[in-house]
């Protein structure tokens, strides 16, 4: 517990410090802040819609739960509003190229999706309980990403395939104790250098850095 804090402290110093002497990525940390902000207040939004939020209350008088984790996964045919909601995300990565692009830097999108260790329980169950999500949807991501020219690194699917993890509702905590805490589910110490190792590995082998 005292590493972690430590841990977060050393972090947040480094974010600091990056955010007073790097342009870009104090540019960069305050669009992330905006996006997240965003989201927010979409779901918020969505609630207050009373079509869609009689909707929602249908769908759960149809099934046992509805979890926020299902929100990246719900079926765009089965929720329409998901779907505006999925290209407006989508072109604010876009945004990212665009600035990117204007002031001759390199961009490189990294993706963290989440892990079984722990959501296999409720993806499972969803799937038993045929709630309407699809566990493919991040392949919508990369596909947008690769038609705009943005490369990427899937973070995730380095972790997943450390401990051999094919899918959501792969059951088990196989991650827990290796790359994140055993009662958090942030990376941890061994968790960051897993994290630096491979985007720094990206950002040589694609020479984005040299």
Not at 48 to 52: V, Y
Not at 75 to 82: G, I, L, M, N, Y
């Given at each position: 517990?005292?590493?972690?804090r ?11 410090n990056?955010n007073q ?20 207040y ?5 609630k ?5 939020y ?20 719900l ?8 779907e505006?909601?999925?290209l ?6 876009l ?23 722990y ?6 169950k ?6 309407p ?9 990369f596909s ?16 997943w ?8 509702t792969?059951?088990?905590?196989k ?18 250098k ?7 590995n ?9």
């Open positions: 517990m005292r590493l972690k430590k841990e977060k402290k050393i972090w947040k110093q480094i974010k600091y990056l002497h790097i342009y870009l990525f104090r540019l960069l940390h305050r669009s992330q802040s905006k996006i997240r902000k965003s989201i927010k979409t779901i918020r939004d969505y207050k819609s009373k079509d869609n009689n909707y929602v209350e249908e769908k759960k008088s149809n099934y046992s739960y509805f979890n926020s984790f299902f929100f990246p996964y079926d765009h045919e089965e929720f329409s509003w998901v505006r909601e999925w407006k995300h989508l072109n604010r990565i945004e990212f190229k665009n600035i990117s692009d204007i002031i001759g830097a390199k961009l490189l999108f990294v993706f963290w999706g989440d892990l079984p260790d959501s296999h329980h409720i993806f499972k969803a799937k038993k309980d045929n709630l999500i699809k566990l493919n949807n991040e392949e919508k991501l947008f990403l690769k038609e705009n020219n943005i490369n990427y690194l899937n973070l995730s699917k380095l972790a395939d450390f401990v051999g993890y094919k899918s959501l792969d059951p088990g905590e991650l827990r104790g290796k790359l994140i805490w055993e009662n958090d589910n942030h990376f941890n110490i061994d968790g960051n897993f994290m630096f190792e491979n985007v720094y990206k950002l040589i082998e694609d020479k984005i850095i040299k």
